[in-house]
């Protein structure tokens, strides 16, 4: 079992950083895959960033290509994902998940990921 806590969230302004953090618990984080997806109010839970268990390979949604970048730290079993030149749009619950997806496709869809944190609220205020 993995249990998972999301850190990090808030309000900033359009242009702005936030860093956002997941920690694992068990002894299994190592050796899973890692992905961030996003939920607005009112539409379906989209892919953000997804990285390997070895953190050599990284993939990432097209809207935050270049302005996100995701990064995990096996030693503190954490996962992390900077977020730059925030916009409005990016306002959402963020959710941090573990899974072991077998291709770069299924990374990125929620179905290849069995647990789940609860989110942690990010607004960009325009």
């Known amino acids: 079992q993995v249990q998972l806590v999301e850190s990090g969230g808030g309000l900033v302004q359009a242009g702005g950083s936030l860093r956002l953090s997941c920690a694992a618990s068990?002894?299994?984080?190592?050796?899973?895959?890692m992905g961030w997806f996003r939920q607005a109010p009112g539409k379906e839970r989209d892919f953000v960033a997804g990285?390997?268990?070895?953190?050599?390979?990284?993939y990432y949604g097209d809207s935050v290509k270049g302005r996100f970048t995701i990064s995990r730290d096996n030693a503190k079993n954490t996962v992390y994902l900077q977020m730059n030149s925030l916009k409005p749009e990016d306002t959402a619950v963020y959710y941090c998940?573990?899974?072991?997806?077998?291709?770069?496709?299924?990374?990125?869809?929620?179905?290849?990921?069995?647990?789940w944190g609860q989110g942690t609220q990010v607004t960009v205020s325009s």
């Open positions: 998940a573990a899974g072991r997806p077998t291709t770069a496709t299924a990374i990125m869809a929620t179905k290849a990921y069995a647990y």
């Open positions: 990285i390997s268990w070895s953190g050599s390979n990284t």
């Open positions: 068990g002894r299994t984080f190592s050796s899973l895959a």
